[in-house]
């Protein structure tokens, strides 16, 4: 069975960097697309990145563009999200999700995805 475990959350001033992880365990090369997203208290989820075979595609929300990258470690079967300039906006529980996908997923198909984490907290202050 698939798991996946992200770390790397934390409190950091607007600004600051942060990298999250997301190991997979339980056939993950069968994992061809995975990603990010979150959810801030009362809103709903958003998608923050996607990647399609270990970055054949990858794909940003416009909120996030030029801040963050998404990246693959297939020896580590992790998933990366580097997170730079961060924003208050961008305080959240970030997800990870993966799924046996046949083609490219957009930021916005998360229903795409079958496997999800159980989160990391993201708090940015200014």
């Known amino acids: 069975q698939v798991q996946l475990m992200e770390s790397g959350g934390g409190s950091v001033q607007a600004g600051r960097s942060l990298r999250l992880s997301c190991a997979a365990s339980g056939y993950p090369?069968?994992?061809?697309?995975?990603?990010?997203?979150?959810q801030a208290p009362?809103?709903?989820?958003?998608?923050?990145?996607t990647i399609y075979k270990s970055g054949v595609n990858r794909f940003y929300?416009?909120?996030?563009n030029g801040r963050f990258t998404?990246?693959?470690?297939?020896a580590k079967n992790t998933l990366y999200l580097q997170m730079n300039s961060l924003k208050t906006d961008d305080t959240a529980m970030y997800y990870c999700a993966a799924?046996?996908?046949?083609a490219p997923v957009w930021v916005t198909?998360?229903?795409e995805f079958t496997y999800?984490?159980?989160g990391t907290q993201v708090t940015v202050s200014s």
């Open 42 to 49: 009362g809103k709903e989820r958003e998608g923050v990145a």
């Open 61 to 64: 929300a416009d909120s996030v």
């Open 109 to 111: 198909g998360a229903d």
């Open 116 to 118: 999800w984490g159980q």
């Open 99 to 102: 799924g046996p996908c046949f």
């Open 29 to 38: 090369s069968a994992l061809t697309c995975m990603g990010w997203f979150r």
């Open 70 to 74: 998404i990246s693959q470690d297939n």
